[in-house]
């Protein structure tokens, strides 16, 4: 960026502030949302309120069933080959090199 576009954007310093804040904001709640170490507590937890009486069979089901789809709404996005495909030896070994 230059210094002339750089003092004619200075007011919207701010927004893009704000802009940048909401991505980062936004990137958090889905690497939560979809973090598959927290599906499977949950998973854990509503199979848990089953076993106690808490939950209904139907109940536990639809949430097992929205959980699951979390999971596989994650998989799907991964591109493939991704960090985790046993057919891409990691960097630095002898095999990725």
């Known amino acids: 960026?230059?210094?002339?576009?750089?003092?004619?954007?200075l007011p919207l310093a701010p927004v893009r502030s704000v802009v940048w804040l909401a991505e980062r904001i936004l990137e958090q709640a889905e690497q939560q949302m979809y973090d598959p170490v927290a599906v499977r507590r949950q998973l854990?937890?509503?199979?848990d309120a089953r076993a106690a009486g808490q939950l209904s069979?139907?109940?536990?089901?639809?949430l097992e069933n929205?959980?699951?789809?979390?999971?596989?709404?994650?998989r799907a996005q991964e591109p493939e080959?991704?960090?985790?495909?046993?057919?891409?030896?990691?960097?630095?070994?002898a095999e990725g090199t």
């Open 44 to 47: 854990s937890e509503v199979e």
């Open 66 to 74: 929205e959980l699951l789809s979390r999971m596989m709404t994650r």
């Open 57 to 62: 069979d139907d109940e536990a089901a639809e």
């Open 1 to 9: 960026m230059g210094l002339l576009t750089g003092l004619l954007t």
């Open 81 to 93: 080959g991704g960090p985790c495909s046993p057919a891409r030896p990691p960097a630095g070994t």
